[in-house]
């Protein structure tokens, strides 16, 4: 399997881009390579001291750099030769299986759609992140920010979308999807939850459990918990601020040691054509090691297949 | 002054609320007293022991309870001897100077908009938490779940709400109001908190600092937090979910500690035409003290007079 990764993507590039493609290649079997797209002179002079690996490493040439603040729409139409856009044409053109950027996410957002484009009948692709549970386990919740405006059937296809990814690659048989609201009982919430919630209860596609408070976001409740992206992306940098505050005041364990981002490498963008996937702007090379490792579970799972046929069977 | 208490509100009650009254009577100054009110007999079985102070405390009897799941509108028309009701009678024949009550919020709600009123200009009366600052201060965040569906104006009239308060009882002067928010930048947002930031931005009416992210929640970045309803919600019971894990976990600190919602009491309904206080459901007596202290400073602060003052100013 051959990943791409954005080498000049995310605020520490591309020296913890490059350590961290050594760190993956390292990990990963040896059928496996890694394509480090991005500006080669720069690859070269980091690239020195480990050598095993070197032959599974491959280097594209990039002449341009979208950063961070740039717009998307403006940056993906007008720099045709940036690592975001060759990568994305690479796994457009199967020269890829996967691809992977800490660059700007709004940009991998647009350019995702602009060439492998998304899956039919995908209303609205998403982005998800990781939360520990007490019990040891894993939950995702989706959207946190690709989609701050949403409707009800936005949200379905959400509860959709995440229940494939857990069933195929996180292996859990039958997940439970919970709607993130303000209380329990059926009725709660804003118009958009209550609607949702209608819509919702009444799904043959996925096991929904119902609504789920934020104060049981631990709790293990559900696997899959569905959101707005303006809701999604409060929560999640209020679990950010916790953990740097746990971190600065000496007070981390186990399980709260399990809420940083590194742990997880980043999140693919559900309902897109193909396997791509968004690290956090800050990713250390730990952080980059994990993401490329998340595109070859979800490359292996065969991601894009699976919720191809779903919504295909879905649609019919 | 002479400060109502609901001694049948709360999961623990009457035994929490009747010991709390017994605390917070012994703080307050001699001349002001608890009127209770509730079931006499409940509440003379528990008044043993403690007799210092008994000159300090009124009953007055009540024969019917709305209970915490009850539907508001329902139980306000339908109940008219419950302690809810017959203290926010009280409370609009100043026969109370204010009235708390840690039952059931949607009924003390309808139930201030039934009795005392709205404060005439005021869209939507609001409710928040309190939020300790890693720099020793407090912050509030409104609203946390009265209105869950708004537009720009009502956030915009939650600020100036926000600052009235913050400025007349926690004697900070030009607080600072931030806008929560899934960026900092202007145009960040959903299309509420996009046209909200426009509206806030040319305010002469308080201090607008701009957009806040729930990863700077700790950061004393603003002194004011305004959101929707539904989001506040969630960010609230968030904290608790922490807040929990922490004390669970054994790694509880100074800081950490703040964030038990015992400190602070409740919230005032802010908007209303007189001192109502919600209470925390699952309030111990410690947090019926400081709900009643709390009474005791708005009241003193003259809040509804300050904001009556402000709308009037604002509208004209």
Redesign the interface.
Known sequence: MKIGLDVMGGDFAPSATIEGALMAVSALPEEDSIVLVGDESAIRSHLTGNTDHLHRLEIVHTSEVIKMGEKPLKAISSKHDSSITVGLRMLKNKQLDAFASAGNSGAMLVGSMYSVGAIPGVIRPATFTHVPQ?NGGTSIILDI?TN??VKADVLYQFALLGSIYAENVMNIKQPRIGL?N?GEEDGK???L?QSAFQVMKESKDFYFKGNI??????KSKADVIVC????G???L??????Y???QK?N?M?S??ERLNYENYGGSPILGINGTVILGHGISSAVAIKNMIILAKDISTANLSEKVKQALYKYSN
Do not use: P, V
């Open positions: 007490e920010g701050t405006d993130l303000i919430g804003n118009l939850t408070e934020s104060r049981d976001l631990f707005d992206g303006f809701t992306n409060i929560l940098k209020q679990i950010e601020a916790f740097r505050l746990l005041r007070l364990d399980f709260f």
